[in-house]
């Protein structure tokens, strides 16, 4: 990504207290807010005005009232929202929403006072239950990112099915393989489970867990994010997926899962992966 990061100016700008909810965190997300903002930066610059495109747009699924404060410190950080409010290049449009309303109230008060005021839809509801309606929402010939973060396996394969229908959607989606996958495998063996619906239809999930034989918490890390591969390639066409382990002073927590429709997308995901919060590069 060419240019200076511009994180610390995204940081001085929630700094002050603006007496809004915010969201609480641990120090860590601050790791995941800024890879997805290197992500935004580099596909900004390079796609936003491409003849190709019917103009970019940012889809957010779990918006949250747009600022985060990590519980330790106090430190206040720019949510995802307003990462895509303040992108390099503007999105035609946000369209963002939230389960709860006191956070959609706070997010679209922040969202008012940035640079996207008039280019944003905020919607109130389970994104599972109102995906029809955010995909209405999407222009037809856009390029879409998508940041789908929940707290735990939360996001039904069908929402990506209707929100990905017929159009270009990449998506960043907080996998809980640590924090939920590996304490409560075994409670999700009954058919119909949350882990049916997040890794959709004929996922054989089943079959791959009786075969893994050592079932220690990094194996198991290591293999459902590889079932969740295979899905999206087999059923939403997607060229591939990168991914990226989060982990806090005890160890990992969740994954970040990338996936795109186009060699493209990887290739900027894979320039920006190289980059370490702070700037350093990594060696591997």
Not at 162 to 182: M, Q, S
Request: charged residues 25%.
């Amino acid at each position: 990504m060419a240019g200076k990061d511009r994180w610390p100016e995204l940081l001085e700008l929630v700094a002050k207290d603006d007496g809004l909810p915010t969201r609480p965190c641990g120090a860590w997300t601050e790791q995941k807010l800024h890879i997805w903002h290197r992500y935004l930066e580099i596909t900004t610059s390079a796609m936003v005005g491409k003849s190709a495109w019917e103009g970019l747009v940012y889809i957010d699924l779990f918006c949250g009232p747009a600022v985060c404060q990590v519980r330790e410190s106090g430190k206040r950080l720019p949510g995802s929202p307003l990462i895509a409010a303040h992108a390099a290049k503007p999105f035609r449009k946000l369209i963002l929403s939230d389960i709860d309303e006191s956070c959609v109230a706070a997010c679209r008060s922040r969202l008012e006072s940035s640079p996207a005021k008039g280019r944003f839809e905020l919607l109130t509801g389970d994104c599972n239950a109102i995906a029809e309606a955010i995909a209405d929402k999407i222009p037809r010939g856009a390029l879409s990112l998508a940041f789908i973060d929940p707290e735990s396996l939360d996001v039904h394969f069908s929402t990506l099915q209707t929100i990905a229908k017929d159009r270009a959607v990449d998506f960043l989606l907080l996998f809980a393989d640590a924090t939920d996958l590996v304490r409560n495998v075994e409670l999700y063996e009954k058919e119909g489970s949350k882990l049916d619906a997040m890794l959709g239809p004929g996922s054989g999930w089943r079959e791959d867990w009786a075969a893994l034989k050592n079932r220690s918490g990094m194996n198991v890390r290591e293999l459902f994010p590889k079932i969740y591969e295979r899905q999206i390639r087999r059923h939403l066409q997607y060229v591939g997926l990168r991914r990226e382990v989060v982990s806090g002073p005890h160890g990992p927590l969740y994954s970040l899962l990338y996936a795109s429709k186009h060699e493209r997308g990887l290739e900027f995901w894979d320039k920006i992966a190289k980059k370490e919060l702070g700037g350093q590069t990594r060696m591997f």
